[in-house]
């Protein structure tokens, strides 16, 4: 990598190489803007995943001993443990007397694309103007037109697969061929379709079915979660990092754990941010026009809480108050497995599909005028329970051959299924800084308070009631579930809303262009500027948010009004 000269101010410095730093620093350098990228984490080079290194080759087949998943909050495997981040010594953090929150956290350029599940769903106008339909929260301050540009963008860029299902809440996006629908989701649509106002469609995945873009197509082998070594599937650094590594005015600094933005002598002004040298703790200052924070919604959150002067005791910009507060995610719950039998006794072979393209039930709750007793939606995803092993094995009662006989026989049958459920914005879902805890650097860290509330509560009851209704309508025997326990806050990793979009600076951090409210050259573009969660994975919008952030602020530098 070249070398990066601190002396010199940067047109951009932009803080994280995930799936907002990263897009915006693409979008950026290919703009001409000349980009500064700092990221806490090692480069680290694709073949070190063990892409095709199979389970069975791994101590524990790849899983990690007791300790070692409770420190990464029952998270990652053994190919993937050491880019991650838990609540160890050296990383800590808190949650509220009586509550649990898990901080799962990637520290490595490439971001949480390293290990992501590649579901890519386009917002719907709807979902934009959520407040509007039901009254709860704020709309965002833009629509669904402002932002299918950059959709668009962003698909022809990394490439979705999908079908083209014409359904108003759930639109379409510019899609490659899909993945098939397995057999034992063929059995599942025919019943799902049968119900009115609901469909069982094609996953739509961060994936390549055909080759695109000089990158290959993919092969099949089921392994997603390790970063496809061929960058058949997207993630920041098999994607974005190898172009933007080799234009001039991009520079990468690794092991760059960004402490604090600091202020020009106008407080209107960002001059550049602080970070702190991984490998020997040294303190740098790295100076740029603009600063543009991508480094996760809550590390970026973090950051801003911690860039505290006399202008901005509670945080930097953070005149509304809002700043850490209005968490939201997804709640999982209703997951349930089971068996189609009329597939039985048919030759199948391993569902090894790309991550995200199994089948996914689309949100038919509250859209057409008739009223449950909880606002918003859900949607159900499906995975694949018959890859390199039979997961749905364990679940089968039985000892010798009877047992091995049940679990042949019922391969290429299984079904699971899960709902992924939106967690409403409520000022009462919040992280602060706790002063008494601090990392490695002796940077403070956070202390949630997210809690569980009635509208998640009911939601995740009809969850339940509804897969189980769809798994035996479709003749399916059911294995396991519904689970009715909701997820533990933090389980999706679908960070959002504490650094918000919206018009009103009085409830907001962000403008129309994710514009800090109070910086006229701070920039927020990751899951953090989200005004509201919807019940669709958010990676792909959280990229189309950075693409349109990113062309505005090289358009804004252009006429120097930044």
């Known amino acids: 990598m070249k070398s990066i000269d601190l002396k010199r101010s940067y047109d951009a410095i932009v803080v994280g190489s995930g799936a907002a730093g990263g897009m915006a620093a693409y979008a950026l350098v290919k703009r001409g803007v000349e980009v500064l990228m700092l990221e806490a984490g090692p480069l680290e080079p694709i073949a070190s995943f063990e892409h095709h290194k199979q389970p069975w080759q791994y101590p524990l087949r790849g899983e990690l001993e007791i300790e070692r ?38 520290r490595a350029v490439g971001g949480k694309t390293l290990i992501w599940a590649l579901i890519s769903l386009r917002l719907s106008p709807r979902d934009f103007k959520a407040a509007s339909a039901d009254g709860w929260g704020e709309d965002w301050p833009i629509s669904y037109d402002d932002i299918a540009p950059y959709y668009e963008r962003v698909e022809r ?66 392994h997603c979660d390790r970063i496809c070594q061929v960058s058949a599937s997207f993630s920041s650094l098999g994607v974005l990092m ?94 349930t497995i089971g068996f189609a039998p009329s597939l039985r006794g048919r030759k199948a072979a391993a569902q090894a599909r790309p991550n995200g393209s199994p089948a996914y039930i ?79 650097y002796g940077i403070p860290s956070l202390r949630f308070d997210v809690r569980r509330r009635d509208n998640e509560k009911k939601m995740a009851a009809d969850i ?9 309508a479709a003749g399916v025997e059911i294995i396991s579930g519904p689970r009715k326990g909701i997820s533990t806050p933090g389980d999706s990793v679908h960070e959002l809303g504490t650094c918000r979009m919206g018009l009103k600076r009085e409830t907001s951090m962000l403008d129309a262009n994710n514009r800090m409210h109070e910086l006229r050259n701070v920039f927020v573009v990751d899951g953090s500027s989200f005004t509201s969660a ?11 948010l950075a693409y349109r952030a990113a062309e505005h602020i090289a358009a804004s530098l252009k006429r120097r009004e930044l």
């Open 464 to 472: 339940a009631a509804t897969a189980e209704e769809m798994m035996r």
């Open 242 to 335: 190898p172009w933007l590594l080799r234009q001039k005015n991009f520079h990468l600094r690794t092991g760059s754990v960004v402490s604090e933005v600091l202020l020009d002598k106008q407080s209107d002004r960002a001059r550049g941010v602080r970070f702190i040298d991984h490998s020997t703790r040294k303190r740098y200052e790295a100076k740029g026009r603009v600063v543009v924070l991508g480094a996760s919604c809550l590390e970026t959150t973090r950051l801003l809480l911690n860039s505290r002067s006399k202008a901005w005791p509670t945080g930097l910009g953070n005149a509304s108050g809002t700043l850490g507060k209005y968490f939201s995610e997804h709640i999982i719950t209703g997951v």
């Open 534 to 544: 919807s019940e669709k994975n958010p990676t792909l919008t959280i990229l189309a």
């Open 69 to 106: 998943k409770r420190e990464l909050e029952d998270f990652g495997h053994a190919w993937n443990q050491r880019l991650l981040i838990g609540n160890t010594k050296a990383h800590p953090y808190a949650s509220a007397k009586g509550t649990r929150f898990k901080w799962r956290r990637v």
């Open 362 to 440: 689309p949100r038919f709750r509250n859209l057409d005028g008739t009223k449950r007793d909880f606002l918003r939606g859900y949607g159900f995803q499906f995975v694949d329970w018959a890859n390199d092993f039979p997961s749905y094995a364990p679940l089968i009662k039985g000892f010798g051959s009877q047992l091995k006989h049940d679990i042949k026989r019922n391969f290429g049958t299984a079904l699971a299924m899960a709902g992924f459920g939106e967690v409403l914005p409520d000022a009462r879902n919040s992280v602060q800084i706790d002063p008494t805890i601090v990392d490695q």
């Open 157 to 222: 860029l990394i490439g979705v697969c999908g079908n083209r299902d014409n359904l108003p809440n759930n639109p379409d996006s510019v899609f490659l061929p899909p993945v098939p629908l397995s057999c034992a989701e063929l059995v599942m649509k025919k019943a799902v379709d049968r119900f009115e106002g609901r469909r069982l469609i094609n996953g739509r995945a961060a994936a390549l079915t055909v080759p695109h873009n000089g990158r290959p197509a993919c092969h099949y082998c089921g």
